[in-house]
């Protein structure tokens, strides 16, 4: 069964600094991984995907996070932070199949000091 | 403007009532989904359908129900066999029925038992 690991629940950073948001996924294949971006009391909103085509993905707003098979990682990424992406972060891995084959991780909460 | 629109935002519940939340969409998806968010522990599927008139569960069904009567909506009813019903309620779409991961999300009903 695939899984996913968001191995901080808060991130603090100041403005104009790099972000990290670091993801950890088990996958007895090389799954889909995606990162969804969610402002506070609204919906999820995609950030960008891994489809096994190139291994460093760009997304919005600046973000991009790098596939890493031997390490299993899907780190999230941005060289300068603004105010804006003050948000929650989730990483997700795609099951394999079927309607329901999502897996969210339980989410980091990304927190930037003026 | 195309999306997803969920109602109502807020909504207060007592004890041994049910409820019904609205999802509608205008994307021309066929895949609709119901996901609950709970502090700290990511997104997690309620139900989802593939197709109008069809509908499987997913992992938390207990205590709720929904209908797919027309591919542009997917009411959720949360019943009182719901024993912690309080949460953040999301509605969320797919183009295609087999889950590339690509979602595009409502803005949440907040519900609240008192």
């Known amino acids: 069964a695939q899984s996913v690991t968001q191995l901080d629940s808060h991130v603090s950073v100041s403005e104009g600094t790099p972000v990290l948001l670091r993801c950890n996924y088990s996958s007895s294949y090389s799954p889909s991984l995606f990162w969804y971006v969610q402002h506070p009391n609204k919906g999820l909103q995609l950030l960008l995907k891994?489809?096994?085509?190139?291994?460093l993905v760009k997304g919005i707003n600046g973000f991009e996070a790098e596939f890493k098979k031997s390490e299993t990682s899907f780190h999230l990424t941005k060289p300068s932070a603004h105010m804006s992406d003050a948000a929650e972060y989730f990483c997700?891995?795609?099951?394999?199949?079927?309607?329901?084959?999502?897996?969210f991780g339980k989410g980091t909460h990304l927190i930037i000091q003026p | 403007d195309g999306g997803i629109t969920q109602s109502p935002k807020y909504l207060f519940r007592k004890e041994g009532q049910n409820v019904t939340l609205s999802c509608e969409q205008n994307?021309?998806?066929?895949?609709m989904y119901w996901y609950r968010q709970d502090p700290g522990q990511g997104l997690r599927l309620i139900y989802y359908s593939q197709i109008v008139n069809d509908f499987q569960k997913g992992d938390i069904a207990e205590g709720y129900s929904v209908s797919r009567e027309k591919k542009e909506s997917f009411p959720l009813t949360v019943t009182s066999a719901q024993k912690n019903p309080t949460a953040f309620y999301l509605c969320?779409?797919?183009?295609?029925?087999?889950?590339?991961?690509?979602?595009?999300f409502g803005e949440g009903s907040r519900l609240t038992v008192l």
């Open positions: 997700v891995v795609e099951k394999g199949g079927g309607a329901d084959g999502l897996t």
């Open positions: 969320a779409s797919s183009r295609q029925a087999l889950n590339t991961g690509e979602l595009f």
């Open positions: 994307l021309n998806h066929d895949a």
């Open positions: 891994y489809t096994s085509a190139a291994t």
